[in-house]
């Protein structure tokens, strides 16, 4: 993709996302409005809420389950191979007269 159209792109993302945060205090409104709205349903009501929560706070940790409801343990494992070079003529050794 040419230089220009990837600016042009990421231009009118940034203008995108410029707007729509220019309408930041209206959605809240709305929102808060339909989660203390009586005449909202209770899912709409609860999907509100959750949009609030999740705007100020964050969304919560969702916990990683297997297939027997127990929670899976994470294991990150940083591994360090060391690589000998082969033995034969073309050895780093050899060809500094280490051998």
């Known amino acids: 993709m040419p230089a220009t159209r ?3 792109r990421a231009r009118t993302l ?3 996302r410029s707007l729509a945060r220019s309408h930041t205090r209206t959605a809240i409104r709305v929102l808060v409005g339909i ?3 009586d005449d909202a349903t209770p ?3 609860v999907s ?3 949009a609030i ?3 100020g706070w964050g969304k919560a940790a969702q ?3 297997n297939g027997e409801d127990l929670p899976l343990e994470l294991v990150h494992r940083v591994e360090r191979v060391i690589v000998h070079p082969k ?3 073309d050895s780093e050794a050899e060809n500094e007269g280490l051998s």
Do not use: Y
């Open 14 to 16: 940034t203008e995108i």
């Open 35 to 37: 989660m203390r709205s």
């Open 53 to 55: 929560l999740d705007r």
């Open 87 to 89: 033995d034969g003529s």
């Open 6 to 8: 990837k600016t042009s």
């Open 43 to 45: 899912a709409a009501r």
């Open 63 to 65: 916990p990683v389950e």
């Open 48 to 50: 509100a809420a959750n």
